[in-house]
T-cell receptor, first 114, second 116 residues
């Protein structure tokens, strides 16, 4: 089955220690998104890639970076995690980025910062 | 400034009855509305959507209603089944183009529990 895969499912890091979360997709979609969801809050878009074109949301902290080395993979790098960055991180894909294109989500990576 | 709100954190319903989940939004530029369903340990999955040119869209047991004047969206599940127990997120999109590329803005979610 075509799908969106996130590794690891749980990640524990130390305050200030860089961490990378991984997302891969077998859907061959052009667009890949990263959302942050804190406890009992709405998922919030951090940024997206349209093919190789990186698009950052205006309120995404500089501490968050992303890489997309090829169509299938996208990485979320948190350069210096703070306690407030503990959250579920969801990766999603869509065929295109126009309105009404369905976004397909991975299961998420839960990040704990000690 | 939360643009999409689901004011009920949870809803409990008996099997066979109707479940009604509600969502309010503030931005009149939103013109496409979606519901996603999320089971534990899984990502959200698309359930049903509606364009702003319609006021109702139906798919089997699921119906979404849109009241543009009230900026209100609701999801009806009839009849409710125990397998419907999940977190339901409403989401909106603004018209694509320019910097508005179809970004999803989510509500906080409502936990639906359907009791046998």
């Amino acid at each position: 089955d075509a799908m969106v895969i996130q590794n690891p499912r749980y990640q524990v890091t130390q305050f200030g220690k860089p961490v990378t979360l991984s997302c891969s997709q077998t859907l061959n979609h052009n667009v890949m998104y990263w959302y942050q969801q804190k406890s009992s809050q709405a998922p919030k878009l951090l940024f997206h890639y349209y093919d190789k074109d990186f698009n950052n949301e205006a309120d995404t902290p500089d501490n968050f970076q992303s890489r997309r080395p090829n169509t299938s993979f996208c990485f979320l790098d948190i350069r210096s995690p703070g306690l407030g960055d503990a959250a579920m991180y969801l990766c999603a894909t869509s065929r295109d980025r126009w309105n009404q294109e369905t976004q397909y989500f991975g299961p998420g990576t839960r990040l704990l910062v000690l | 400034d939360q643009q999409v709100k689901q004011n009920s954190p949870s809803l409990s319903v008996q099997e066979g009855r109707i479940s009604i989940l509600n969502c309010d939004y503030t931005n009149s530029m939103f013109d496409y509305f979606l519901w996603y369903k999320k089971y534990p340990a899984e990502g959200p999955t698309f359930l049903i959507s509606i364009s702003s040119i319609k006021d109702k869209n139906e798919d089997g047991r699921f119906t979404v209603f849109l009241n543009k004047s009230a900026k209100h969206l609701s999801l009806h599940i009839v009849p409710s089944q125990p397998g419907d127990s999940a977190v339901y997120f409403c989401a909106t999109q603004s018209e694509a183009g320019g910097t508005s590329y179809g970004k999803l803005t989510f509500g906080q979610g409502t936990i639906l529990t359907v009791h046998p």
